[in-house]
């Protein structure tokens, strides 16, 4: 079966371009998470999706950063415009989504490096 | 809120055992999560404890202690494939992860 998959891998761009990072779940996981890791902040969570709908973006840095799920096989991070200090790996996660004490355990995908010169 | 804390780094011998200690304080506690991440990799799953005790998966065991705020890895019969970091991670009554800073174990020969 198919991991998370997100595109592109790497990604170097200017200051003040708009940045586009895709990813598509694994079927059937009805959550999705979206993360940035750096150095110096370790792993964040910025934003989730339960069943296609934004549960918590209070991660999300400011109003420069968006994300979408138009549906259940797709989501869309953007960054507009882009500055130097959002340089990071982000990942996207899936799980299943089930309620109660389960594991509901998240898969990552492989990550985009982003670098902004 | 979340707070978390691990050590940064670790050093151990091939063949050795090594505890990896998490420790966290928390609003809300839904699990404790343990995940592997190589260099330049993804963090993959490695274990996960909700009640109180040790989970055992092959060379790999958990421990869980709610009452403490704390939990550890042990990793038997160390290989040098162990070297990468570990994360700890804790879910809150939603599904979202809080993950600490990661502890950088390297296996020495």
């Known amino acids: 079966d198919a991991g998370v998959i997100q595109s592109p891998r790497h990604e170097v761009t200017e200051m003040g371009q708009e940045v586009t990072l895709r990813c598509k779940p694994i079927s059937g996981h009805n959550s999705l998470f979206w993360y940035r890791q750096t150095m110096m902040r370790g792993l964040e969570l910025l934003i989730y999706f339960n069943n296609n709908v934004p549960i918590d973006d209070s991660g999300m840095p400011e109003d420069r950063f968006s994300a979408k799920m138009p549906n259940a096989s797709f989501s869309t991070l953007k960054i507009q415009p882009s500055e130097p200090r959002d340089s990071a790996v982000y990942f996207c996660?899936?799980?299943?989504?089930?309620?109660?004490?389960?594991?509901?355990?998240?898969?990552f995908g492989p990550g985009t490096r982003l670098t902004v010169l | 809120g979340q707070n978390i804390d691990q050590p940064t780094e670790m050093t151990a011998t091939e063949g050795a055992i090594v505890q990896i200690n998490c420790t966290y304080q928390t609003s809300g506690f839904n699990g404790l999560f343990w995940y592997q991440q190589h260099a330049g990799e993804a963090p993959t799953f490695l274990s996960y404890?909700?009640?109180?005790g040790l989970e055992e998966k092959g060379r790999f065991s958990s421990f869980l202690s709610r009452s403490k705020g704390y939990s550890y890895l042990l990793l038997k019969e160390l290989q040098m494939k162990d070297s990468a970091s570990y994360l700890c991670?804790?879910?809150?009554?939603?599904?979202?992860?809080?993950f600490g800073s990661g502890t950088r174990l390297q296996v020495q020969p």
């Open positions: 996660a899936s799980s299943p989504g089930t309620s109660g004490r389960s594991t509901d355990t998240q898969y």
């Open positions: 404890n909700v009640l109180d």
């Open positions: 991670a804790v879910r809150d009554w939603g599904r979202a992860l809080t």
